[in-house]
């Protein structure tokens, strides 16, 4: 039973062009969400979270969106770079689960110069 | 830099061989975790320590044993290791005050032949 999930495994944009990273969950008690970057042969960065009392937030290039009602969750990166280029996970975790993070398969982005 | 390495970073056993990964971190953080990578499947949570004696399963415990003597090491056991365990191990560690994202290592990358 896959909680979190993303269903695009890949995207491709261009340079300097927006990339939106979509995520979807199905269970309700998650109240706090985030998404990590991760390089090959490194482990996963910490990159953006979000409170389930928010709808927004943001972090320079990259802005998180929670759509509560649908259970979704966006990552944007406006404009997108090269060095981008990662695989993204979105996690998220219930407050008294001890911090324990459920993530999702992960997305490919590949910024093209 | 949270200071938490793993080791081995490769290795490569036999089906049926006992195996143990090391996850030690310098910064005397309580919660520590153990995840794996799997293409298709993004990380999941093997097991995970709340203090030192002190451990629970997550959702892909089968197979898996582990050990938390000191505050500072988090093992992994292989008891008999499988070919459905060939994959990327990472541990994590959360530094706590109501941080709720995590720092991870670098990653053991295990092949079972």
């Known amino acids: 039973d896959q909680q979190v999930k993303q269903n695009s495994p890949s995207l491709s944009v261009q340079e300097g062009r927006i990339s939106i990273l979509n995520c979807d969950y199905t269970?309700?008690?998650?109240?706090?969400f985030l998404w990590y970057k991760k390089y090959p042969a490194e482990g996963p960065t910490f990159l953006i979270s979000?409170?389930?009392?928010?709808d927004k937030n943001e972090d320079g290039r990259f802005t998180v969106f929670l759509n509560k009602s649908a259970k979704h969750l966006s990552l944007h990166i406006v404009p997108s770079q090269p060095g981008d280029s990662a695989v993204y996970f979105c996690?998220?975790?219930?407050?008294?689960?001890?911090?324990?993070?459920?993530f999702g398969e992960g997305t490919q982005l590949t910024v093209n110069p | 830099d949270a200071g938490i390495t793993q080791s081995p970073r490769h290795k490569v056993t036999e089906t049926g061989t006992p195996v143990t990964l090391r996850c030690h971190q310098t910064?005397?953080?309580?919660?520590m975790y153990w995840y794996r990578q799997d293409p298709g499947h993004g990380l999941r949570l093997i097991h995970y320590?709340?203090?030192?004696?002190?451990?629970d399963k997550g959702e892909v415990s089968d197979g898996y044993s582990v050990s938390r003597s000191k505050t500072e090491d988090f093992l992994l056991t292989l008891e008999s290791a499988t070919s459905s365990q060939t994959s990327v191990y990472f541990c994590?560690?959360?530094?706590?005050?109501?941080?709720?994202?995590?720092?991870f290592g670098s990653g053991t990358r295990l092949t079972v032949v």
């Open positions: 994590a560690i959360n530094m706590g005050q109501g941080q709720k994202s995590y720092t």
């Open positions: 910064e005397n953080h309580r919660y």
């Open positions: 996690a998220a975790s219930v407050e008294t689960s001890g911090s324990r993070l459920t």
């Open positions: 269970n309700s008690m998650f109240d706090y």
């Open positions: 979000i409170s389930s009392i928010k």
């Open positions: 320590s709340y203090g030192v004696k002190d451990t």
